[in-house]
C-alpha cells in the first residue's frame, strides 16, 4: 500500500472523528478530502472484501437494509452505508471508517448502498460480486438528466466488472436492457402474471413506452407499476426475460406488510415483507435474488424478509398521537405514486403531511409534482381528515392540491417543523409523512425529540 | 350562449417532460372554475391529425431518446396542420422541445440539422452547457406585460428571426439563448417559451391571457371572471423574491 493511501485513510478517519465531535454526522465529507488525496482508495479498501452492490432510482435503501439482514442472519460480518450517503464519497468514509490504518478492512463482506450516477466510476474501482439494479425512473432531470443517460452511466459502470453476477429487474425494460449487451451472468426477479393485477391501468406517463432496442412502441401482457411489467416489442422481440426469483400469485396487501407467494428457481415458497406496498415486495424479491446469488441460503433470506427494519422515512414508524405516524421519503413521480396508491388502498381515515424542499439533495426543479397522482387524494374524501403542506416550497404543493381538486379549505399551510409536529402529535387519526430528502433531514429530529428518540448516527 | 375550448394535447405521450401536464390541467380548471366548457383530446404519435378542431393546441418538452419517432409523424402532415394553424391565429402554448419544434431546425453543437415545422422564423442551435434553473421574466405588452417565473433546463440556444417578437424579457436567468435577453417567442397567437412544467398554475395571469387569446378568436371578445388566485400569487411570489435576491 501506497503511503499516499494510508494518508488518505488516516485523513478520513481524522475528519469523520471530528465531524462527530461536532455533531455535524459527517458521512460524505471525509470521504471526498480522502478522495482528493488518493482516488484510488476505494478500490484498495475493497480488495477482498466481498461486495453486494445496489443502485437504481427507487428502493435501494430498503433493498439494502434487507441485504445486510440477510447477510447477518446467515453470520456474515457485513458492513454497509447505513446513513445513505450513497456517492463515492460516503462508500469510501464507509469503508475507511471499517479499516485499519494499515487499509486492512476488518469484515469479510460490505452491502454497498450506490447513487446510479455514482454508479459510472463506483463499481470498477470496487469490482463487486454482485451488483443489483432495482428500477429506472425520471428523477431529478436537473442533476441526472434523461433516464436513458442513467441507464448508459450504470451500462458503463457494469462493463468494468464483467465478473459481476448481475440481479436485475426483469419487469424494467430499461433495467433488462442492461443484459443486452453485457457478458455477466444474470438474475432476475419481478412479479409474475399471475400475481399482477388484470385491472391495472397502464400509467398516465411512461418512461419506457418505446423500445430501448428499435424504438418501436411496446406491447404489454400485464402491468405492474409505471413502466414495469410483462413488456415485449413488437418489432425486434426484445421482451421481458422470465424471472428466476418471482412474484408467482397476488400479493395480500396489508396496512403494515404483505404476504406473498414466490417462486425461487422453481421452489414454491412463502414469505412476510415486513414493510407495506406494492414497491417493497419488489424490493424483497430483489434483495431474495441478490443475496441468494451472493451465497447466503435462501432460508436467511427469507427471514430478512421478514424482520428487517429500515427507518430513515422508509415507511419509518414513529409512536406520535393516538394512532401512530409513518414517515415516507418522496423524490420522484414513480416513487411519489407508489405511496399515494399505498395511502388509496387504505381502510379508514387518516391525516397527511407534505413536505417539499428544492435544494440540491431534492433536486432543484419541483415540476415532478405534476406529473405525481395526487388526483388520487380527491378521491379519498372525508377519509383524509387533513392535509397539511410544509417546506420550501410548500405553496407548489398547494397549488398541485388545487388543481388535483381537493378541498383547498381543508389544505393547510404550516412552514414551523415544531409547530407541525405538535399538529400531527395531537391527531386522533393516522398520520402519514411524505418528505423530500432534505426535508426528512430537518423534520425528521423534531419527529425524534417528540418520540424521544436519538439521531442516525449516533445508533 | 354557452361557450367552450376545445385543447389538443400535441404528442402527450413524447412530450411530457416534468410536469408538463400540469399546464394542460391548469387550463382546463380555470375554464371550468368560470362556467366555461372545456374538453381535451391527447394526440399522441400516430394518431389521426385532429389539429383543425382545436381552439388551443398545447405542446410540452421531450427526452432526445424519442425525438425521431415523433419527427417522422410530425412530417407524415401535422407539420402542414401546425402551419395552418399558427398562420390562422389558433391560440397555441409550445414549451421547451415543443417550442423549438414551431421554429425551422435543430442544429446540434457538431452541426448536424434537424428540420421542424417551420411555421415560426426561429432557429435552435445546440450547445455544451445546459442552461438549467428557475428563472423569471417579464411578458411584451401585447402578451399581457406580467412578470412570470418558470425553471428552464435545456442545452439548445434559441435565436428569433428579424422582426420575430420574444414573449418577454429575462429579469433573472437565461431565456432562448443566455445572451440577447429575450424569452420565448410570441408570434400571432403562439406563445412559446423555455419553461418547462407547470409554467401556468403559478402564472395565472399568463393563463388567462392565453384563455383570452382562444375565445376572443372563437366569440369575438372575451370577458373573464377574476378567480381567487391567493394561493397562485403566493407560489409565484415566493420564487420571484428569491430570484430578485439572488
Known amino acids: 500500500m501506497s503511503l499516499k493511501t494510508a494518508a488518505a485513510i488516516a485523513l478520513c478517519k481524522g475528519l469523520h472523528l471530528t465531524a462527530r465531535l461536532l455533531h455535524r454526522g459527517g458521512t460524505a465529507m471525509p470521504g471526498r478530502w480522502a478522495l482528493k488525496l488518493d482516488p484510488a482508495l476505494p478500490g484498495e479498501l475493497a480488495r477482498g472484501l466481498d461486495i453486494l452492490l445496489i443502485t437504481g432510482t427507487n428502493g435501494k435503501t430498503t433493498t439494502a437494509r434487507i441485504c445486510e439482514t440477510a447477510c447477518v442472519d446467515a453470520g456474515l460480518d457485513a458492513l454497509a452505508n447505513r446513513s445513505g450517503a450513497n456517492l463515492?464519497?460516503?462508500?469510501?468514509?464507509?469503508?475507511?471508517?471499517?479499516?485499519?490504518?494499515?487499509?486492512?478492512?476488518?469484515?469479510?463482506?460490505?452491502?454497498?448502498?450506490?447513487?446510479?450516477?455514482?454508479?459510472?466510476?463506483?463499481?470498477?474501482l470496487l469490482q463487486p460480486k454482485v451488483v443489483l439494479v432495482t428500477n429506472l425512473f425520471r428523477d431529478q432531470l436537473d442533476r441526472y438528466g434523461e433516464v436513458t443517460h442513467t441507464l448508459e452511466n450504470i451500462r458503463e459502470g457494469l462493463k468494468k466488472a464483467p465478473g459481476a453476477v448481475l440481479a436485475l429487474n426483469a419487469d424494467d425494460s430499461l433495467v433488462s436492457s442492461l443484459a443486452l449487451d453485457l457478458p455477466n451472468r444474470v438474475v432476475w426477479y419481478g412479479m409474475d402474471r399471475a400475481a399482477a393485477d388484470p385491472a391495472t391501468p397502464p400509467p398516465a406517463l411512461s418512461d419506457a413506452l418505446r423500445c430501448i432496442r428499435c424504438k418501436a412502441a411496446y406491447e404489454y401482457d400485464y402491468l405492474s407499476y409505471g413502466h414495469l411489467g410483462g413488456f415485449r416489442c413488437p418489432n425486434c422481440g426484445y421482451r421481458r426475460h422470465a424471472a428466476d426469483v418471482a412474484v408467482a400469485a397476488p400479493p395480500l396487501l396489508g396496512p403494515d406488510g404483505s404476504q406473498i407467494e414466490l417462486s425461487v428457481r422453481g421452489e414454491r415458497v412463502e414469505a412476510a415483507v415486513n414493510l407495506p406496498a406494492v414497491y417493497n415486495i419488489y424490493n424483497a424479491v430483489g434483495a431474495i435474488a441478490a443475496v441468494t446469488a451472493f451465497g447466503v441460503g435462501l432460508e436467511h433470506a427469507l427471514t430478512a424478509v421478514g424482520s428487517f427494519r429500515c427507518g430513515f422515512g422508509r415507511m419509518e414508524r414513529f409512536e406520535l398521537g393516538a394512532a401512530g405516524a409513518r414517515v415516507m421519503l418522496v423524490k420522484n413521480p414513480a416513487g411519489c405514486d407508489q405511496v399515494l396508491q399505498f395511502l388509496s388502498g387504505l381502510d379508514g381515515s387518516f391525516e397527511l403531511a407534505l413536505l417539499l424542499n428544492d435544494r440540491t439533495a431534492d433536486g432543484t426543479d419541483v415540476s415532478w409534482i405534476w406529473d405525481a397522482d395526487f388526483e388520487r387524494l380527491s378521491a379519498l374524501g372525508e377519509r383524509l381528515t387533513r392535509v397539511t403542506v410544509s417546506g420550501d416550497r410548500a405553496w407548489d404543493l398547494f397549488l398541485r392540491l388545487k388543481y388535483a381538486g381537493l378541498d383547498v379549505s381543508r389544505i393547510r399551510v404550516e412552514r414551523d417543523y415544531a409547530a407541525l409536529t405538535a399538529q400531527l402529535a395531537a391527531s386522533e387519526v393516522p398520520v402519514f409523512i411524505m418528505p423530500t430528502y432534505t426535508a426528512l433531514l430537518e423534520f425528521r429530529p423534531q419527529l425524534l425529540k417528540a418520540c424521544g428518540g436519538e439521531e442516525f448516527w449516533e445508533g | 350562449m354557452e361557450r367552450s375550448i376545445h385543447i389538443c394535447h400535441l404528442y402527450p405521450d413524447l412530450l411530457n417532460l416534468y410536469g408538463d401536464r400540469g399546464n394542460v390541467l391548469c387550463l382546463r380548471r380555470r375554464l371550468e372554475w368560470r362556467g366555461i366548457g372545456a374538453s381535451v383530446t391527447e394526440m399522441p404519435v400516430g394518431a389521426a391529425d385532429r389539429l383543425a378542431e382545436a381552439d388551443l393546441i398545447f405542446i410540452g418538452g421531450g427526452q432526445d431518446f424519442e425525438q425521431q419517432a415523433l419527427l417522422e409523424d410530425l412530417h407524415r402532415g401535422k407539420d402542414a396542420s401546425l402551419r395552418a394553424a399558427v398562420a390562422d391565429g389558433v391560440a397555441i402554448l409550445a414549451i421547451c422541445g415543443g417550442y423549438q419544434m414551431l421554429g425551422q431546425y435543430y442544429e446540434t453543437h457538431d452541426g448536424v440539422r434537424c428540420d421542424f415545422v417551420g411555421a415560426i422564423d426561429l432557429r435552435t442551435v445546440g450547445g455544451k452547457e445546459r442552461m438549467i434553473g428557475n428563472y423569471l421574466f417579464r411578458c411584451g405588452d401585447e402578451s399581457g406585460g406580467m412578470e412570470v417565473v418558470g425553471f428552464e433546463n435545456h442545452s439548445g440556444r434559441t435565436w428569433l428571426g428579424e422582426g420575430v417578437k420574444p414573449l418577454g424579457r429575462v429579469l433573472s436567468g437565461y431565456g432562448n439563448n443566455g445572451q440577447d435577453g429575450t424569452e420565448g417567442v410570441r408570434y400571432h397567437n403562439v406563445f412559446g417559451t423555455y419553461s418547462h412544467g407547470p409554467l401556468l398554475p403559478k402564472n395565472p395571469a399568463l393563463c388567462d391571457e392565453i384563455l383570452k387569446t382562444a375565445l376572443e378568436r372563437k366569440?369575438?371578445?372575451?370577458?373573464?371572471?377574476?378567480?381567487?388566485?391567493?394561493?397562485?400569487?403566493?407560489?409565484f411570489r415566493e420564487i420571484a423574491a428569491r430570484l430578485r435576491n439572488a
Open chain 1, 88 to 124: 463515492l464519497s460516503g462508500i469510501t468514509t464507509e469503508l475507511a471508517m471499517n479499516s485499519t490504518l494499515g487499509g486492512r478492512v476488518n469484515k469479510k463482506c460490505a452491502v454497498i448502498e450506490c447513487d446510479e450516477a455514482a454508479a459510472r466510476t463506483a463499481i470498477g
Open chain 2, 219 to 235: 366569440y369575438g371578445k372575451a370577458e373573464l371572471a377574476p378567480l381567487d388566485d391567493s394561493a397562485e400569487q403566493n407560489a
